[in-house]
């Protein structure tokens, strides 16, 4: 895989945490499955970071290891198979603890991305 192809998947990962959490920015714990396609739009970028996080190569795993490869690829996976078993409090904890502090980390990995050489498989 490219270099080029990897900053896509970085870039497409800090896309829809943006999108996520724009859509979930005037909710509440309390509202937040209360209007159902936007509750279901935050799910579905949720499955596509995890998606996108599947194609980052594990050179490049390695080399940031303050994202949380595995957990983001877990929550892809439990939202994509059981939507219906994820509580909204479940939801609710990864938007507000979880996706500014991975909106963050990925846009520090694109900065260095940018500045260093590239890592083998990345």
Request: charged share 25%; net charge negative; with cysteine.
């Amino acid at each position: 895989m490219s270099e080029r192809d990897t900053r896509l998947y970085i870039e497409d990962m800090l896309e829809f945490c943006g999108k996520a959490l724009a859509y979930s920015s005037t909710l509440t714990e309390a509202t937040l499955t209360a209007e159902a396609m936007r509750y279901d739009a935050i799910l579905r970028n949720l499955e596509l970071i995890g998606e996108a996080a599947t194609h980052v190569p594990e050179a490049l795993r390695a080399w940031t290891p303050d994202i949380p490869w595995r957990q983001i690829v877990a929550t892809r996976n439990r939202v994509a198979h059981a939507y219906l078993g994820i509580s909204a409090d479940t939801v609710w904890s990864i938007l507000h603890d979880d996706l500014p502090a991975l909106d963050l980390a990925l846009s520090a990995l694109l900065a260095r991305m940018n500045e260093e050489p590239p890592v083998p498989g990345g």
